[in-house]
């Protein structure tokens, strides 16, 4: 019995006792992952369906943030200032930045080039159609920022299979029953990743922290700021590469998680809750490929997972093997 994370879930380090940063994003593995992905011949099958897009011209182009420094320092800087930002308040935009490079001991230089970035993700839609929307719309009352949760585990005694008994633990292949609901942005070979996941069988707790929660014209919306390196071009930033440097980071797992954290939350606060009805979706935003002429085909990844997924991984974490609701 135990508080873990996502983190060690995927790592397989043991059990330990966690610190009070544990749960918290640490997604820059820069040049480790770049290389990964670039080296890699033959990569999973996404889904039923071609994730990518036709390419255009301005594709080729290099990214705005093609000569800014990688690493952790860089992921942190970029989070702690969209965190703080008002997303629309364009004067606060430079005297933050000037802060945070302080912070985090990056050189005053490098102020103008992370000026500029920030303002085209906040400029970048999100979205197409009625749903299109950029962060730059999201006033301060709509956004939750830096969501701590904790997701019990084995916790629905007498509703495993069968109708009696002890909850089950959480395992590698209890996750990876929920994700043989499949949908075009899993990889064929996602699930069976998940079985061999060897972290101990879980009970207790799960515990996370979200980038940003927030909610536009009803619908809510879970978001990860992503600062990794993919390339050095805007097409490295399609659907197709960022599903490859998701499912090589298991951040696909993590988004799963943090979704059915705030399912369930929302199904505390908002009367009438629905998820098909409330629950817009998951956006992780790879801030280095975003910029408001290619919107949200390259840079912005997103799903709405379905809702049979959701209500097999919420009978996962609580230790049923078949249910009914999430």
């Given at each position: 019995?135990?508080t ?7 790592s ?6 966690l610190?009070?940063?544990?749960g ?9 992952e ?14 039923t ?7 255009e011209?301005?594709?080729?182009t ?6 800014f ?10 989070h702690?200032a969209l ?5 629309q ?10 802060a945070k490079l302080?912070?985090?001991?990056l ?10 970035a920030i303002r085209?993700v906040?400029a ?12 730059g719309d ?13 997701l019990?585990?084995a ?8 109708g ?18 499949r949908?075009a942005?899993i ?11 060897r ?7 799960l515990k ?16 990860d ?7 050095e ?15 090589h980071s298991h ?6 998680l943090?979704?059915?954290a ?7 606060c908002v009367?009438?809750y ?8 998951v956006?992780y ?8 002429s ?19 991984l ?8 078949k249910?009914?609701?999430?």
């Amino acid at each position: 019995w135990r508080t873990t994370s996502y983190s060690t879930l995927v790592s397989g380090a043991p059990a330990a006792a966690l610190d009070d940063e544990e749960g918290r994003d640490r997604d820059e593995q820069a040049d480790a992952e770049a290389e990964a992905l670039a080296t890699d011949s033959a990569p999973e099958t996404i889904g039923t369906v071609e994730a990518d897009q036709p390419a255009e011209a301005d594709d080729a182009t290099p990214i705005t943030l093609a000569e800014f420094p990688g690493g952790t320092q860089v992921g942190d800087f970029f989070h702690e200032a969209l965190e703080h930002l008002d997303f629309q308040q364009d004067e606060a935009i430079e005297p933050l930045v000037k802060a945070k490079l302080d912070k985090f001991r990056l050189p005053d230089s490098d102020g103008p080039l992370a000026c500029q970035a920030i303002r085209e993700v906040l400029a970048t839609k999100l979205r197409d159609g009625d749903e299109a929307f950029a962060l730059g719309d999201i006033p301060l009352t709509k956004r939750l920022n830096e969501l701590d949760f904790h997701l019990p585990v084995a916790e629905a005694a007498g509703h495993v299979e069968g109708g009696a008994g002890e909850a089950l633990p959480l395992t590698g292949k209890a996750l990876a029953r929920a994700f043989a609901h499949r949908s075009a942005v899993i990889p064929k070979t996602y699930a069976a990743r998940l079985e061999h996941l060897r972290f101990a069988d879980l009970r207790g707790y799960l515990k996370g922290v979200i980038d940003l929660v927030l909610e536009h014209e009803g619908l809510f919306y879970v978001v990860d700021y992503k600062s990794n390196y993919l390339g050095e071009q805007r097409r490295h930033y399609s659907m197709d590469q960022m599903i490859r440097s998701m499912s090589h980071s298991h951040y696909l797992l993590q988004y799963h998680l943090y979704a059915l954290a705030v399912h369930r939350h929302l199904g505390r606060c908002v009367k009438g809750y629905q998820y098909d009805k409330h629950f817009g979706g998951v956006l992780y935003l790879y801030l280095r490929g975003m910029h408001p002429s290619t919107g949200p085909r390259l840079g912005v990844f997103f799903e709405k997972p379905p809702y049979e997924r959701m209500a097999a991984l919420s009978d996962a974490f609580d230790g049923r093997r078949k249910g009914a609701e999430a």
